[in-house]
């Protein structure tokens, strides 16, 4: 599976953002979701994912309650909607998917990713 991230951009503190994470081929539904950040200087971590039943879905403590997971398996597309975005949110965000029940919010669960795409968010 190919996967497209858009929806990046540059917002002030406070403000929305929603990505968007486009896959080819007609497997979608089979894969489990997540989306990962890479800051300047550090290492890529966990934002949002689904578990591998596509039932229940998880955040990192950082962002829980500001940022939400969905997917649309008609339009082979999965979003995170950012809300209440703060300076150090500021990354660079990558989608990702899984085709095995591994475990949500390593890295090395993962066997597919986009490209990323950046999210700036001024003070």
């Known amino acids: 599976v190919q996967l497209q991230a858009s929806g990046g951009g540059l917002v002030q503190a406070g403000g929305s953002l929603r990505l968007s994470c486009a896959a080819s081929?007609?497997?979608?539904?089979?894969?489990?979701m997540g989306w990962f950040r890479q800051a300047p200087g550090k290492e890529r971590e966990f934002v949002a994912g689904?578990?591998?039943?596509?039932?229940?879905?998880y955040y990192a403590n950082s962002v829980k309650g500001r940022f939400t997971i969905s997917r649309d398996n008609a339009k082979n597309t999965v979003y995170l909607q950012m809300n209440s975005l703060k300076p150090e949110d500021t990354a660079v965000y990558y989608c990702?998917?899984?085709?095995?029940?591994?475990?949500?919010?390593?890295?090395?669960?993962?066997?597919?990713w986009g490209q990323g795409t950046l999210v700036t968010v001024s003070s």
């Open positions: 689904f578990s591998w039943s596509g039932a229940s879905t």
């Open positions: 081929g007609r497997t979608f539904s089979s894969y489990a």
């Open positions: 990702a998917a899984r085709s095995r029940d591994l475990n949500y919010y390593s890295r090395s669960s993962y066997d597919y």
